[in-house]
Nanobody, 123 residues
Framework: QERLIESGGGSVQAGNSLTLSCAAS????????MGWFRQAPGKERDFVAAISRKGGVTGYADAVKDRFTIQRDNAKDMNYLQMNSLKPEAPAVYSC????????????????WGQGTQVTVSS
């Protein structure tokens, strides 16, 4: 059983920060690029951020480029999405995924998806 398990979601007021975590279970994912995605009800899923196998390359959606930071700690087999200056939005599910590269993750071509964690930003 190979799983990715997200945590850290919740409710936060606009302008504040929140950090999401993605933990590996069943095997290591240190040989995979990792990414984060979000999807609101009635909307398509959007790419948010991705990081390469050793953390040397990162990529972000334009909407979050100056506010979010993705990091990974392969010794702990985890990665993190630091979200700053959050903007008001409808509740959305943030999901972690493993893929071949940051480029393929940007195209949402992942090998394994987590179940997601919900984030709500109020005004």
């Amino acid at each position: 059983q190979e799983r990715l398990i997200e945590s850290g979601g919740g409710s936060v007021q606009a302008g504040n920060s929140l950090t999401l975590s993605c933990a590996a279970s069943g095997r290591t994912f240190n040989t995979y690029a990792m990414g984060w995605f979000r999807q609101a009800p009635g909307k398509e899923r959007d790419f948010v951020a991705a990081i390469s196998r050793k953390g040397g390359v990162t990529g972000y959606a334009d909407a979050v480029k100056d506010r979010f930071t993705i990091q990974r700690d392969n010794a702990k087999d985890m990665n993190y999405l630091q979200m700053n200056s959050l903007k008001p939005e409808a509740p959305a599910v943030y999901s972690c995924a493993a893929g071949r590269s940051t480029g393929t993750l940007r195209q949402q071509a992942a090998d394994l998806w987590g179940q997601g964690t919900q984030v709500t930003v109020s005004s």
